[in-house]
C-alpha cells in the first residue's frame, strides 16, 4: 500500500475503534471518581475536576460518533482524553497532595495507553511532554532518590508507549495489505490481471464524478476477440488463454492511463474512460498492432478484434446504459463488416 493508504487504513481503524475507547475511558474514570466521592478524606476540589474529566469525556465521545467528525481530527481527539484525564489527575495531586507514587502511576499508565490508541507519532509526542510536565509537579513530593527513580520509570514508559505504537502500526499495516489484496482479487480478471465485471461497476461511480466535475463526456468501448472459438478448438484453451492475456496487454497499453479496462467475460472487453472516444476503426487497428507486438503466434491466430463505442456528454449516465449501446454498435459494425465482405 502507498503510505497515503496506509495512513488512510490507520484512521480508519481509529474511526471504529475511538467510540469504545472514550466509552472505556469514561467508565473506568467514572469508577474511580465513584471510589474517591466514597473517601472522606477526599477534598471536594478533586470531585469538581473529576466531574470537570467526564463531562470533556462525555463531549468527545459524541464527537467522535458523528459521522461529519473528520478522520484527521480522532488521533487528537483520543489525545485530547488522554490528556485531559491526566492534567486531571495531576491537578488533583496538585491543590490536595497524595500518595505520589499511586498518583503519578495513574498518569504515566495513560501515556502507556494513548500513545498506541492514537495510532499516530506526534500525538504520542505530545502526549510525553503533558507527562514530563506532570513529573515536574510530582517531583516536588519526592526525594532526590525517588526523583531520579520514578523519572527512569518515566523514560521507559515513554518508550513503551513508542514502541506499541509501532507494533499496532505493523498489525494495522499488514492488515491493511491483506484487505486490499483481497479487495484486488474481487475487483480482477485472474487471467489476465484487469478488472472484472464487479471491478468496472465498483469503479465506474468515481469516473462518473469526475467526468461531472470536470464538465467532460464519458465513453464506453465494447471490444469482442473475433477468431477466438476457432483458436480455442483448433489449438486448446491454453493457447486461447495466451490470446485473450494478448488482447488485455494489447488494450492496456492502447488506452489512457486513467483509462478502465475491463474483461467483461469470455472474449469480451470493455473500455470505460473520460473524454470522447477514439474513431472505432482507428482504436481496432490500434489494438490489433499491439497484439502483434505482444509476441502472440500469428500464425495460428490472425489479431482481430471488432469494436463499438458509445457516449453520453451528461454525468447523468449508468454504466450499463453505455454498456448496452456500446454492445449494439459492436454487433451492428460486425454486421456491416460481415455483409461487406
Sequence with gaps: MAPLEVRSFRRLVLRRDAPSVLQWGFIIYSAATLFDTLDQSNARINLVLDAAVLIVL?????FVRRPS?????????????????????????????????PSYGNVLLLMVAIGPLTLEYLPTVVMTAIVLGS???????????EQQGWFTVTLTGVALSFVLLRVRHIGIDALGLATEQVRE???????????NRRGLIELAEPLRGLAHRQGMPAFTLMLDVDGLKAANDEHGHEFGDAVISAVARALTVSVREADLVCRWGGDEFVILGVGAPWPVDE???????AIVA????????TPRVTAGSAMHERGDWDVQGLLREADAAMYARRLRLRGGG
Design 185 to 195: 482479487s474481487a475487483l480482477r480478471d485472474p487471467l489476465t490481471g484487469v478488472l
Design 283 to 289: 482504436f481496432e487497428h490500434r489494438v490489433e498492432r
Design 58 to 62: 462525555a463531549v468527545e465521545y459524541v
Design 135 to 145: 513529573y515536574a509537579v510530582f517531583r516536588t513530593a519526592w526525594e532526590s532518590g
Design 294 to 301: 505482444t509476441g502472440i503466434d500469428t500464425e495460428r491466430w
Design 69 to 101: 467528525t473528520p478522520d484527521a481530527a480522532m488521533p487528537w481527539l483520543i489525545l485530547l482524553a488522554g490528556a485531559t484525564m491526566a492534567v486531571g489527575l495531576t491537578a488533583q495531586f496538585h491543590v490536595h497532595p497524595m500518595n505520589p507514587g
